[in-house]
């Protein structure tokens, strides 16, 4: 997305009041994001007083996809967003001023909350089954159609065969199963629950071909921003830091925060391999998306991954 599609999208976003925080002498601090799992350490930081000991007022709004919160942030109706590393790439790639500030989502191949399904009753077996066929992805040239491709190509298979369709989650089992699309790469809480349906099997947790363990989103706001306001994204990054080390070791406690933010049953949540919340910007756990992005051309070229992480002075 151009920089000036992501700044004519921040129009329709809407912003929050800031006058509470300013009597209360705290600094209010307007973050958007996907109702997602990975939002909870931001939850819990809010909701235990966290970001409030830190000089914080935050208010956390629900958006429909990771461009709307990124043409909110550039266009300045959000302070700070999060949305997944790939269009944090791509927006840097494109000259997108936009810059992260702190870990949302870790992927781990010991606990995969992503994969690849087919219909129970399919013959897809192997890689180059795929030949040919049709796979649901959540956007093109997402994370989820690079890690796809990624798995094929390393697998046995010919990605370039494939054809890829964008297709809302949630439609993906009944495309299955009108025979519309012959896979389907989901993600939690969608992944679980088609599983669990027995109308959809596993063909492979597609995601670990990028890496065994590498991050998958964060937050982000504009370089100007943070050239601004130095010690309020030092103290939001500490907090989202201290939210996740809670979060990552209480998954029974935190399961009716992630259940008010995203709507997802409690019963679904307490079912799903919990994501993994990170604790400090490591660029060596964001190089294996841009290599990825890189190498089936999202982005022009490669380059390293501290570009993209904000450096205090």
């Given at each position: 997305?151009?920089?000036?599609?992501?700044?004519?999208?921040?129009?329709?976003?809407?912003?929050?009041?800031?006058?509470?925080?300013?009597?209360?002498?705290?600094?209010?601090?307007?973050?958007?994001?996907?109702?997602?799992?990975?939002?909870i350490?931001?939850?819990?930081?809010?909701?235990?007083?966290?970001?409030?000991?830190?000089?914080?007022?935050?208010?956390?709004?629900?958006?429909?996809?990771?461009?709307?919160?990124?043409?909110?942030?550039?266009?300045?109706?959000?302070?700070?967003?999060?949305?997944?590393?790939?269009?944090?790439?791509?927006?840097?790639?494109?000259?997108?001023?936009?810059?992260?500030?702190?870990?949302?989502?870790?992927?781990?191949?010991?606990?995969?909350?992503?994969?690849?399904?087919?219909?129970?009753?399919?013959?897809?077996?192997?890689?180059r089954?795929?030949?040919?066929?049709?796979?649901?992805?959540?956007?093109?040239?997402?994370?989820?159609?690079?890690?796809?491709?990624?798995?094929?190509?390393?697998?046995?298979?010919?990605?370039?065969?494939?054809?890829?369709?964008?297709?809302?989650q949630?439609?993906?089992?009944?495309?299955?199963?009108?025979?519309?699309?012959?896979?389907?790469?989901?993600?939690?809480?969608?992944?679980?629950?088609?599983?669990?349906?027995?109308?959809?099997?596993?063909?492979?947790?597609?995601?670990?071909?990028?890496?065994?363990?590498?991050?998958?989103?964060?937050?982000?706001?504009?370089?100007?921003?943070?050239?601004?306001?130095?010690?309020?994204?030092?103290?939001?990054?500490r907090?989202?830091?201290?939210?996740?080390?809670?979060?990552?070791a209480?998954?029974?406690?935190?399961?009716?925060?992630?259940?008010?933010?995203?709507?997802?049953?409690?019963?679904?949540?307490?079912?799903?391999?919990?994501?993994?919340?990170?604790?400090?910007?490591?660029?060596?756990?964001i190089?294996?998306?841009?290599?990825?992005?890189?190498?089936?051309?999202?982005?022009?070229?490669?380059?390293?991954?501290r570009?993209?992480?904000?450096?205090?002075?």
């Amino acid at each position: 997305m151009s920089r000036r599609r992501f700044i004519a999208l921040s129009a329709s976003f809407v912003g929050v009041s800031r006058a509470t925080a300013a009597a209360q002498g705290l600094v209010a601090l307007r973050v958007a994001a996907n109702p997602d799992e990975d939002c909870i350490a931001c939850l819990y930081a809010q909701e235990s007083g966290i970001f409030r000991r830190l000089g914080l007022d935050v208010t956390m709004s629900p958006s429909t996809s990771g461009s709307a919160v990124a043409a909110a942030v550039a266009g300045g109706t959000i302070d700070i967003g999060k949305s997944s590393l790939i269009g944090l790439i791509t927006a840097h790639a494109r000259g997108v001023p936009l810059i992260l500030i702190a870990p949302a989502a870790e992927y781990s191949s010991g606990a995969p909350n992503t994969g690849t399904i087919v219909r129970a009753d399919s013959t897809i077996r192997t890689a180059r089954d795929l030949s040919g066929k049709t796979v649901a992805v959540p956007s093109l040239k997402g994370q989820q159609q690079i890690a796809t491709m990624t798995w094929i190509d390393r697998s046995g298979g010919d990605s370039s065969s494939v054809r890829f369709l964008e297709l809302p989650q949630s439609q993906d089992l009944a495309a299955l199963d009108a025979g519309r699309v012959d896979a389907a790469t989901v993600t939690d809480p969608l992944f679980a629950q088609a599983l669990a349906t027995k109308r959809a099997r596993l063909l492979a947790y597609t995601t670990s071909a990028v890496s065994k363990h590498f991050l998958v989103a964060a937050y982000f706001c504009t370089i100007d921003f943070a050239r601004k306001n130095p010690d309020v994204v030092t103290h939001f990054a500490r907090g989202i830091a201290d939210g996740a080390r809670y979060a990552n070791a209480h998954h029974a406690e935190t399961i009716p925060l992630i259940a008010k933010f995203t709507s997802i049953e409690p019963d679904v949540i307490a079912s799903m391999n919990r994501v993994v919340c990170g604790i400090t910007l490591d660029p060596r756990l964001i190089q294996p998306n841009i290599d990825a992005a890189a190498r089936y051309k999202t982005i022009p070229a490669r380059f390293e991954a501290r570009e993209m992480i904000y450096a205090p002075g």
